[in-house]
Structures are given as C-alpha cells and as structure tokens.
C-alpha cells in the first residue's frame, strides 16, 4: 500500500523528531541547545519547538531538563558527590536553575533529595530503582506544605 505524500512527509518528520529525542537521551549532559537540535534536523528552533511538543508533549528543552534532573536522581542516591558537582556532571551551568528545576520535578530540592534518599534503593535492583525514583513528566511535583 503506497502512502500519500503527506503521509510520507509526516513519517519523515516523526522521524526528525525521534533523531532528536534520541540526542537528548544520548547527549543529554553535553551543552545543548533548541537552536543546535534544530540545526541537526534541518529545522528552524521554532517549528522544532511546535512539532516536538506536537509529537511528545513537552518542549525539547523541558524534555532534556527532565533527561538531566533523572541522571542527577540517580546521582545524588550514589551520594558520593555534591549537590553542584552533580549540577554541572548532568550538563547544567547554572546551579540556581537546576536546583529550581529539580525541586519543580521532583518536589523537594536536590539536597533534601540527597538525604531523604541515601540507602532507600540500596538493596533494590538499578533497573526497578530507575523506575521508582523516575522524575514527574509533563506536570510537576505538588509544593510541599508551606507554613
């Protein structure tokens, strides 16, 4: 069954988008940018932008931060490293940006995380440790009770 060319020119792009995806996943603690994704794919940041949260929801870049902030769960749960040495390990440049982004995601900051989390997954397999402690996508963490 052949496919119409719209057909075949959204397979195409789907295609893009998952190259993309994959070099989040891939790349994800290396300076990346929506401009330099785009590039990649041939695309202007801005229908990349569009298309990407079309096709999964989320933007490229809240996308790689959530990529990022999941490395950093597993990292901080190892606890042999600092708060920023882990910021910067994971690819961001900006401790205040991931500490708030973190939070956002996770609900608590990156060092109540380091704390409440030491030993928690020690007996437990990495691959159901990943699964359990994988960070909210697409909505973020309820705000913890203010006084």
Do not use: W
Not at 64 to 72: G, H, Q, V
């Amino acid at each position: 069954m052949s496919r119409t060319p719209d057909e075949a020119q959204h397979l195409h792009d789907l295609a893009k988008l998952r190259r993309v995806r994959d070099r989040i996943d891939r790349d994800y603690a290396q300076p990346l940018d929506v401009e330099a994704l785009a590039r990649g794919v041939n695309l202007s940041a801005g229908h990349l932008s569009r298309q990407f949260r079309l096709a999964f929801g989320e933007s490229p870049y809240s996308y790689l931060m959530t990529r990022r902030i999941e490395r950093a769960m597993a990292l901080l749960r190892r606890g042999d490293l600092s708060v920023t040495e882990v910021c910067f390990e994971v690819g961001c440049s900006s401790l205040g940006t991931f500490s708030t982004r973190f939070a956002e995601l996770v609900g608590v900051p990156p060092s109540v995380y380091r704390q409440q989390s030491a030993g928690a997954t020690a007996e437990m397999p990495a691959c159901m440790a990943k699964q359990v402690t994988r960070p909210i996508r697409n909505r973020e963490a309820p705000p913890a009770n203010r006084r």
